[in-house]
């Protein structure tokens, strides 16, 4: 499976700021990238995805940024509160596959301060 | 979406022995899957989990190790065989709903411990 690269490793925010998490890709195949959260003792949970026919997109306080030609796309969570402090997986998979088989990143630890 | 059980929730098992884990989904699926997480580690994927025929493992897991069944549209099973404390992992179990291509949905894993 080709690597998708996820930083930083962890990140204290303080409540009301902005949470950024970035991942980087490889390979060119890659055309879906969703973002899971997950919370200690549960399952990730899909938060939001993007498809790379867009450069944005937005649910609530939620925003993916996707660059092409960077292969690198990054979550931003706006107004962070403590509630989401969680551990946040960037993944992606390709369209060859005919359906998702997902690459993780390596998952950032968020955690925001009150 | 898909609400995804999976049982046990957690076990504490002997090394050399086997355990298997149940997932249920609330609804037709097409697809499941089942991934490893390592402690404080992303999740890997194990295998495709495919109804009436033999799972496709991905690079480094084996049918020996991990046999998977999915007799099925909601229901599979993955046996941990012959455990070593190196399978220490919380194994998850997720699932495409019918009628998507991306979204997957993940149960809230199976903790095990063998010692």
């Known amino acids: 499976q080709q690597q998708v690269k996820q930083s930083p490793q962890s990140l204290i925010v303080q409540k009301g700021g902005i949470s950024i998490i970035n991942c980087a890709y490889e390979n060119t195949a890659f055309d879906y990238f969703p973002w899971y959260q997950q919370f200690p003792g549960k399952g990730p949970a899909l938060l939001i995805a993007i498809r790379p026919d867009v450069s944005e997109k937005k649910e609530g306080r939620f925003t993916i940024s996707f660059n092409k030609s960077a292969k690198q796309f990054s979550l931003h969570i706006m107004d962070s509160q403590p509630g989401d402090s969680a551990t946040y997986f960037c993944a992606a998979s390709p369209s060859n596959s005919g359906y998702s088989t997902l690459t993780f990143g390596k998952g950032t630890m968020l955690l925001v301060s009150p | 979406s898909a609400v995804i059980s999976q049982k046990p929730s957690r076990d504490i098992c002997q090394r050399g022995t086997s355990l298997t884990i149940q997932c249920q989904v609330d609804s037709q699926v097409t697809m499941m899957f089942w991934y490893r997480q390592q402690p404080g580690q992303s999740l890997t994927l194990i295998a495709t989990?495919?109804?009436?025929?033999?799972?496709?493992?991905e690079s480094g897991f084996v049918i020996d190790k991990f046999p998977i069944s999915r007799p099925n549209l909601t229901f599979s099973t993955l046996t941990v065989s012959n455990m070593s404390p190196e399978d220490s992992s919380i194994y998850l179990c997720?699932?495409?709903?019918?009628?998507?291509?991306?979204?997957?949905?993940f149960g809230p894993g199976t903790r095990l411990t063998v010692t």
């Open positions: 989990a495919n109804q009436g025929s033999e799972a496709t493992y």
């Open positions: 997720s699932a495409l709903p019918a009628g998507q291509t991306y979204e997957q949905y």
